[in-house]
């Protein structure tokens, strides 16, 4: 039996009755997952599929969708979850790159204008409701075979499928197992989409301990009233999601400890965690544990980790994002001195690592490179790192623009905003002209509450006045657009390329 399967079906056998998941009205059993999925690997395995080739598991973050993956597992295919938001053209995209056998369907769609064989919702339900049965473990995904395969966002081209293999997700679950301690009691809040590699945070290090996840679906998030409701009434012990997630909660003033005295661990990836919103959340909530977590996709969801304490906020204008796995190697590649420190782009090598991407050598050629026998990622982003190994976040290579000369990392200078008395929220962008240079820099500010009334003429001098007490001056934004909330991406981080789309338009 495959090793993480091994660890659910042992967690239903012994507490058949525990909850797996929760949201809102809808609950399910340890013991419904594992019978539920029984049903759908011997329905898939039925189908005499190829061997190992991929399925494409379509729908939103119901509890079925939890079930079609562990079914495509046992029956020995890694899965594909494709959001149910997604447009056509990306479907396609994935569909051809990824050449799926079959699609698992949990959803109203019914034509996806693709060749591949889709089993339909209703038939599932069928396949559900019918009486249990029997499948061959034997044939489960292996150690080195993929266990989950998850599409980049394609913004900047065709989407391209990261490979995770039980090995890869095996060594992640036993990190978060030593670092957060989930257990039968932890109640792990589940909101990013199953598409988004930041859920399998919750997701196999909460079901191969027992835990609960508590569910805040895209049709909750989406809707302010709605999500207030389902915040403030969380029985969730671990919080997970995005810093720009969170911050956007922060509007409910009675999101605090004394509400939620049960939560008492925020775990936050995906993007940079700001000076600003750490030091909100340890005032909300001061007695609770707060983890500033990084890893990229191809490196199975994080591989840094480290508590933001009150002395690190004294220490650190911009926050560490934490000390690398011990199992794992790194090197920083094309180092450059800047203001008296070493910063380069992280890449990284251990056990994982994804194999690269799917029927995609090209790109895996280019991200993977084989050092002295071992294969590093190049993760694209730039760090620093001090004595002690702790690394620190320097920016993207994609999102350092040059003008008039001078290299700006745009990530720094909103680092720089946030850090500000006046700014809530930043996110700088390049206008480019005629001839694809980058002609001006435009921030987009969020203001604190107590400025959002200013006038916007006088907090232009004002920001600034501040910034030039320790910025360069070609770091200073040309423009500043004030606005009331910065573009979420679905997957819950700051959309800084609709930005850019916007500002080039």
């Known amino acids: 039996m495959n090793s993480i399967i091994d660890k659910i079906t042992r967690i239903a056998q012994q507490y058949p009755d525990q909850i797996c998941y929760h949201n809102g009205n809808v609950s399910a059993t340890y013991q419904q997952l594992d019978q539920q999925s029984d049903k759908i690997a011997s329905f898939i395995q039925a189908k005499n599929l190829p061997q190992k080739s991929p399925i494409i598991v379509f729908g939103g973050q119901q509890f079925e969708m939890l079930v079609l993956f562990l079914g495509a597992i046992k029956a020995g295919h890694a899965y594909i979850p494709v959001d149910d938001a997604s447009d056509p053209q990306r479907i396609h995209q994935i569909n051809s790159v990824a050449q799926p056998t079959l699609v698992l369907n949990w959803s109203d769609k019914i034509d996806f204008g693709i060749d591949t064989p889709i089993a339909s919702q209703d038939q599932l339900k069928e396949v559900l409701s019918a009486e249990h049965q029997d499948y061959d473990a034997t044939k489960s995904v292996g150690p080195d075979d993929n266990f989950y395969i998850i599409f980049t966002s394609g913004t900047t081209g065709t989407p391209k499928g990261v490979q995770i293999s039980t090995n890869n997700l095996l060594d992640f679950v036993n990190w978060v197992d030593q670092t957060y301690h989930y257990n039968h009691e932890t109640k792990v809040m589940l909101q990013a989409p199953f598409s988004f590699d930041l859920s399998v945070f919750s997701i196999y290090p909460g079901l191969t301990n027992g835990s609960t996840l508590e569910v805040l679906d895209k049709q909750t998030a989406k809707n302010l009233p709605l999500l207030q409701k389902a915040i403030l009434n969380s029985q969730a012990t671990t919080w997970i999601s995005t810093p720009s997630f969170f911050e956007m909660c922060l509007f409910f003033r009675e999101f605090n400890a004394e509400t939620l005295p049960q939560l008492q661990k925020f775990i936050f990836c995906g993007e940079e965690l700001t000076h600003v919103t750490a030091e909100k959340l340890l005032k909300r909530f001061p ?40 199992n794992m190697e790194h090197r920083l590649a094309n180092v450059e001195v800047k203001d008296g420190e070493k910063v380069g782009e992280l890449i990284v090598s251990g ?44 920016g993207r ?20 905003l946030t850090n500000l008395a006046e700014v809530k929220q930043s996110c700088t962008v390049p206008l480019y002209n005629k001839k694809k240079q980058v002609n001006k820099i435009i921030a987009h500010v969020v203001l604190d509450d107590k400025y959002k009334h200013a006038e916007p003429k006088e907090l232009n001098k004002q920001i600034k006045a501040e910034l030039q007490k320790n910025t360069m001056d070609y770091m200073i934004p040309n423009v500043f657009k004030f606005v009331d909330q910065l573009p979420i991406s679905k997957n819950g981080k700051i959309d800084r390329k609709a930005l850019i789309g916007e500002v080039n338009a």
Do not use: C, W
């Open 397 to 416: 290579t994609d999102f350092q623009i040059k003008m008039h000369g001078y290299r700006i990392e745009l990530e720094e200078v909103d680092s720089l």
């Open 287 to 326: 007695n609770a544990q707060l983890y500033n977590t990084y890893g990229p996709t191809e490196n199975t969801v994080a591989i840094t980790s480290i508590q933001i304490t009150p002395e690190n906020l004294a220490n650190f204008d911009r926050l560490p994002i934490g000390y690398l796995k011990e």
């Open 351 to 394: 056990p994982d690592v994804s194999k690269g991407y799917l029927n995609n050598p090209v790109q895996t050629n280019k991200a993977f490179e084989i050092i002295d026998g071992k294969v590093f990622y190049h993760t694209g982003d730039m760090v620093s790192e001090d004595p002690d190994g702790l690394l620190f976040y320097k």
